[in-house]
């Protein structure tokens, strides 16, 4: 069954809206006074005497059932907003095709000898929305506007205010996908009132990190721009999550802050795990690059070999590697010791999914010795907040067909989730309160964690002894 591409787009679709609203309201005005004159004059005769005999208050009648109708069209485009949307977002896309002459015209003179112009050529444009999401599948036809048809990209996303997620070029045709931008689709911390969730991190409303399947995270961002909220999210989500079965998912987090900035008071309640001097920080990833191969090694024990496998299969907990600032620590490095830093880094991304090693690195700036393209490719989620150069966004993001606008709000800016768009699109990091004390939730968190497995394991005791004791009776 071939799918549909949506609605084709006509010259009528100029005016959709207006003639829509124009002969809605004449067909339900006409409705409503020839209700309401047969329900007060019950028949013409007696309707010509009321004019005659009281024409002010019948023409005033005619403007109460005039005021009516407008109230209730106006009720109408407010319950069917949907309808209008859509009948609005065509009437633009016809406007496209308008403004730039994607047209050919001819004059033909009629019989009385007066010349109109024709429409000889009108482009094939189709409109569909879904999900929330605008498709607009244009047919490649070798015409003198092809060229123009690949390149609207960045035209539809100002007009629509959406972000384009997807191009494809195939069967002699382009198609645009573009995600509308809602703020509303922003979501807010609440520690008092939250739930846990499977091995996933949400970022925004439908929009769902998981961690296990979609390996390691940048986060970019200049000062101001709401990074550390964010990266404070990140962290405090690990200790949040749960497996398949809805135990908790006990992650192993390293923090790393060179800086010694607000990450580094984790010391207090992650002791041993937060490094922020030069050599405990390269003795830090030695560990985690030491503790990679040594799942491997599990892994590839005869009798635990399965291909296809990860590592929670082998009863192994996910390894977080949070390094703030990596970019500012490696320049300060000598030549052996940065050398040695890119090293790790780079096993750790390339080879770390499998085996549970994950890294989360931040930066005020991406830098092309520590992101080349074959490791940036290997980095699932990619964030940036606030404003970037447009090389900060190339070393962030990688080469993609995107206009980045001004980001003018705190916690506002762009994300790339793999498998979700090809390119990167708007993004708004979760609310923090004001009030968030960052330190004591995650003391919370580790402490309803530690309670948790306790449980866990009593409730384990308590079945072995269980099972031995049934043993027992049944040898007796």
């Known amino acids: 069954m071939k799918k549909s591409k949506g609605v084709r787009i006509r010259q009528y679709h100029k005016s959709v809206v207006l003639k829509t609203f124009l002969f809605g309201g004449m067909a339900l005005y006409t409705a409503f006074l ?235 309640v992650l002791p041993g795990d937060v490094f922020f001097e030069e050599d405990k920080i390269l003795k830090a990833l030695r560990l985690a690059v030491e503790e990679m191969d040594r799942r491997y090694s599990l892994m590839r024990i005869k009798e635990n070999q399965k291909i296809g496998s990860n590592f929670l299969e082998h009863n192994l907990n996910p390894y977080f590697i949070v390094f703030d600032e990596f970019i500012a620590f490696a320049s300060a490095l000598e030549k052996k010791k940065k050398e040695e830093l890119r090293d790790r880094l780079f096993q750790i991304i390339l080879k770390g999914r499998q085996a549970g090693i994950f890294l989360i690195p931040t930066s005020q700036r991406a830098d092309a010795e520590f992101l080349s393209g074959a490791v940036r490719d290997n980095l699932g989620l990619r964030v940036s907040l606030g404003n970037l150069s447009s090389e900060g966004y190339k070393m962030t993001f990688g080469d993609v067909e995107k206009e980045f606008l001004p980001r003018t709000e705190k916690g506002q800016g762009y994300v790339y989730l793999m498998g979700e768009s090809k390119v990167p699109v708007e993004f708004y990091s979760p609310l923090i309160p004001e009030d968030y004390d960052f330190i004591e939730d995650i003391k919370e968190l580790l402490s309803r964690r530690k309670r948790s497995f306790s449980v866990e394991r009593r409730d384990n005791d308590s079945l072995a002894l269980a099972l031995e004791e049934s043993d027992i009776k049944e040898e007796v």
């Open 34 to 268: 020839s209700l309401f004159l047969m329900l007060r004059f019950k028949n013409l005769n007696n309707l010509q005497k009321g004019i005659e005999t009281d024409l002010m208050g019948t023409g005033l009648s005619f403007l109460v059932v005039l005021i009516i109708t407008i109230v209730i069209m106006g009720l109408f485009k407010f319950v069917f907003k949907k309808f209008f949307f859509n009948l609005n977002n065509k009437r633009k896309l016809c406007k496209v095709i308008l403004n730039n002459n994607f047209f050919l015209l001819e004059n033909i003179k009629s019989g009385s000898g007066k010349s109109k112009k024709r429409y000889i050529y009108f482009p094939r444009f189709y409109y569909s929305f879904k999900d929330e999401k605008i498709t607009i599948t244009i047919e490649l036809d070798g015409s003198k506007f092809h060229s123009k048809y690949l390149d609207l990209g960045s035209v539809l996303e100002q007009m629509y205010n959406a972000e384009l997620i997807d191009k494809v070029v195939k069967n002699s045709e382009v198609i645009y996908i573009l995600q509308l931008i809602s703020k509303s689709r922003r979501l807010s911390l609440d520690i008092k009132d939250e739930r846990k969730f499977k091995a996933v991190i949400p970022l925004m409303e439908g929009l769902n990190w998981d961690i296990i399947n979609v390996p390691h995270a940048i986060v970019t961002g200049g000062t101001g721009g709401g990074k550390t909220y964010f990266l404070f999210y990140l962290v405090r989500s690990l200790f949040n999550l749960e497996n398949e079965v809805g135990d908790p998912l006990e992650c192993i987090v390293k923090i790393i802050d060179p800086k010694m900035s607000d990450l580094s008071f984790l010391d207090s």
